[in-house]
């Protein structure tokens, strides 16, 4: 469910811990899509702009997903919507679509795998590039000082 989050309407920080499912680039693409659709420079957007959004960051709902959204969005009377709760938006699609299989673990490495830009089902490909650029957003490290932390030769999981 999408949290009440008042006192952060208007905050201009993104705290990573409130979006645990998004990485710090999807947080970046996401605002500069948000700045295309807020038509008026005010920090908001309308509900019908959320799809739109959600789509030139490459995050795709189906109507199941999208009919909970938009049902959640009625039900907390939010039909202007600030960059804070877009972010919020995205997460919350993000759970809707993986769902909880129980298994913690391999839940929070299907989470990065969908964070990354795989597919909830687990198919897909995430792209070197953006995994190298995480790495160094995330960790500042680089590929092969990140490479390097690791003990063995191997990554197992």
């Not at 687990?122 to 995480?134: A, F, H, L, N, Y």
């Amino acid at each position: 469910m999408l949290r009440n989050h008042s006192d952060k309407n208007n905050a201009t920080t993104i705290n990573a811990d409130d979006f645990p499912l998004l990485i710090k680039q999807e947080v970046d693409q996401l605002k500069e899509a948000f700045k295309k659709k807020d038509r008026n420079q005010n920090g908001i957007i309308y509900k019908f702009d959320v799809i739109d959004v959600l789509r030139s960051v490459e995050q795709y709902i189906n109507e199941e997903v999208k009919k909970k959204l938009f049902d959640e969005l009625n039900n907390r009377g939010l039909s202007q919507i600030d960059f804070y709760t877009m972010c919020f938006i995205a997460n919350f699609v993000k759970e809707l679509e993986i769902g909880d299989t129980g298994d913690d673990k391999n839940d929070d490495y299907l989470n990065a795998f969908v964070a990354m830009g795989g597919s909830p089902d687990g198919t897909g490909r995430i792209d070197k590039k953006k995994i190298t650029e995480m790495i160094l957003d995330e960790f500042g490290l680089t590929i092969d000082e990140f490479l390097g932390e690791i003990e063995d030769n191997e990554l197992d999981f």
